[in-house]
């Protein structure tokens, strides 16, 4: 697909020529998400590879609890709903521009680590994932996805941190949330 084409799919492994490498990277529009997009699109560009950029959902709940429900969502509308996200993703991080590099969006239903194996395939790939930035709470409950890639992925790995500025974001929305008063100085001198 040419630069700037962008189709949401269902799409599991594989899906480009073979042979040729590609930088792979999962979004879920978190700013740890959107900050590994820019390195993965960077690494595309550097290499002169095609970018894949992967959205992983699942039914709320889970597939099983999905399955026994009353009146569950439609698949379908769920499926739509999670194209969309990528759309909203990718433009959040390039715009209407797009990242410069022939690219494909993917939508792919599973667990977000799973996904992005079975999506980054090859020996030759580049899987491109955003890790930390999450308390011991969520840690202690959430799989890390970051983490599953590492120990499970059959090419290199490239971590990206989480920006410095994503904790003082943090400290802003609680400051907001509780309805502390802010000071714009705090957000310039580093303090929050």
């Not at 290499?47 to 992983?56: N, S």
């Amino acid at each position: 697909m040419g630069e700037g084409a962008v189709r949401a799919t269902d799409e599991g492994a594989g899906g480009s020529a073979a042979g040729r490498p590609r930088v792979v990277v999962g979004v879920n529009g978190s700013l740890g998400g959107l900050a590994a997009l820019h390195r993965a699109a960077y690494e595309a560009r550097r290499g002169g590879t095609e970018l894949v950029v992967v959205f992983a959902w699942e039914p709320p709940g889970g597939s099983l609890a999905h399955r026994r429900a009353l009146c569950p969502l439609p698949l379908e509308d769920l499926r739509r709903d999670a194209g969309r996200r990528l759309l909203a993703a990718l433009e959040a991080a390039f715009g209407t521009a797009g990242p410069g590099v022939p690219y494909r969006a993917v939508v792919a239903q599973g667990a977000g680590g799973p996904a992005l194996v079975e999506t980054a395939d090859r020996e030759d790939d580049l899987l491109v994932v955003g890790a930390g930035g999450r308390g011991p709470v969520l840690r202690a409950l959430l799989p890390s996805v970051a983490r599953y890639c590492l120990a499970h992925a059959r090419c290199p790995v490239l971590a990206v941190p989480p920006s410095p500025l994503a904790d003082h974001l943090s400290a802003v929305h609680r400051r907001i949330a509780l309805r502390l008063p802010l000071d714009a100085r705090e957000l310039t001198e580093g303090r929050s």
